[in-house]
């Protein structure tokens, strides 16, 4: 009998786990607006991307993984690298938070100064944030579509 409610209890909670994993990624805005306003929001003017993808530390940053043909690359920045500077501010205690404030003020040149650690080595990169191209939006449209929405085609044509 005890085996029979273990069953029913796990098979429960495999469901509702299911339904909620289904409504987090439910976006309420109609799909032809998102697309709308995600183009508007990337290609606004001064809109510009690194093309890193950061992750915090306990304490301060670190480079998880870098876009492929990004500023980032061509910086060579590399997976692992930590964040210890970044425009002469340190980052050494950083929060995700305090990177996206440094990017955004960093927007109008686009130009980073970057000390990172790796390896144990200080190595100081210059970098540009790049705006994103035609390409690059059209794939976080879709990517956004197919995650959010459930739309698996390409973006709609303008």
């Known amino acids: 009998m005890r085996l029979r409610n273990l069953q029913v209890l796990v098979a429960v909670i495999f469901i509702v786990a299911v339904a ?3 409504e987090r990624q439910k976006c309420t805005t109609p799909p032809a607006e ?3 306003i ?3 929001m990337l290609s606004s003017a001064g809109r510009r991307y690194l093309g890193v993808q950061i992750v915090e530390l306990n304490p301060g940053l670190a480079i998880k993984s870098i876009v492929e043909d990004s500023p980032a690359e061509r910086a060579e920045l590399h997976a692992g ?3 210890m500077a970044v425009n002469g501010k340190s980052t050494k205690d950083a929060t995700l938070v ?3 404030q440094i990017l955004a003020e960093a927007s109008k040149t686009g130009r980073l100064y ?5 390896h144990g080595i200080l190595k100081p990169i210059e970098a540009r944030m790049d705006p994103f191209t035609e390409a ?5 449209v879709a990517q956004h579509l197919a995650d959010a929405h459930g739309i698996g085609a390409a973006p709609a044509q303008r």
Request: hydrophobic residues 35%; positive net charge; aromatic residues 4%.
């Open 20 to 22: 909620h994993a289904d």
């Open 136 to 140: 690059q939006i059209d794939k976080i």
């Open 81 to 83: 690298d930590r964040l």
């Open 114 to 118: 970057i000390i990172v650690n790796r």
């Open 98 to 100: 305090d990177f996206k």
């Open 38 to 40: 995600i183009r508007q």
């Open 34 to 36: 998102c697309e709308r």
